[in-house]
Every structure is written in C-alpha cells, then in structure tokens.
Nanobody, 124 residues
Framework: QVQLVESGGGLVQAGGSLRLSCAAS????????MGWFRQAPGKEREFVAA????????NYADSVKGRFTISRDTAKNTVYLQMNSLKPEDTAVYYC?????????????????WGQGTQVTVSS
C-alpha cells in the first residue's frame, strides 16, 4: 500500500511562511497525482492544491491562489506545499493525499491514499 507522511507543520504569525513536506513510499511516486487538503475545527475537509503526475499542471483553491505553491520532487519521492502570506483562517490540519489518477483533480473522492495530517496554526 501507499504510505504518506506529512511534516513541517507548526505555529507561525500571520503574514509568515511555512513549507509542508509529504514523503511517499510503497508505489512509484511519479505515476500518480498528489494533493493537499485541510480541515479546520468544525468544518469539512477541503481542497487546497494538487499537482499532476507529470508535474506539468496544478490546481489551487481560490482561497490560497497566489499565496500557496505545490511542487514535487520525484527523485526524493516528496511533494511540497509552500505557504506564504499566511492568515489565521489558514489554521487547520493539513493532509497529503495520493490519487489513483494522473490528473490533478480537486475532488477528495478521487484520492484513496491519505497521510495522518500535520497541524498548521497561524496566530493573529
């Protein structure tokens, strides 16, 4: 099975930056799309960003567009989420997910593999 382990979460001030990492194992990393989702207290898990199998295309939620950047390093079997200009509303548990498709879909229903999540807290 595919195993995903997130890291890089923590406490940051509003306007600050944070970089999340997701290490993948158990399957050829370059052959599936990867995504980041987040879940704030009392809310449903929502899409944040995704990157295609080839890395040639990306998708972002409107709420993070222009502030977050998703990327992947096939050689290191790792996907990243660079978060800049963080806001208190970005506070959530961030989850890394692997799709069975090569397409960077934003629907969580197409991601069968999930990590355990990493907490991101943005203080005002």
């Amino acid at each position: 099975q595919v195993q995903l382990v997130e890291s890089g979460g923590g406490l940051v001030q509003a306007g600050g930056s944070l970089r999340l990492s997701c290490a993948a194992s158990g399957r050829t990393f370059s052959r599936y799309a990867m995504g980041w989702f987040r879940q704030a207290p009392g809310k449903e898990r929502e899409f944040v960003a995704a990157i295609s199998w080839s890395g040639s295309s990306t998708n972002y939620a409107d709420s993070v567009k222009g502030r977050f950047t998703i990327s992947r390093d096939t050689a290191k079997n790792t996907v990243y989420l660079q978060m800049n200009s963080l806001k208190p509303e970005d506070t959530a548990v961030y989850y890394c997910a692997a799709s069975s498709s090569t397409i960077a879909t934003m629907s969580r229903n197409f991601y069968p593999y999930w990590g355990q999540g990493t907490q991101v807290t943005v203080s005002s």
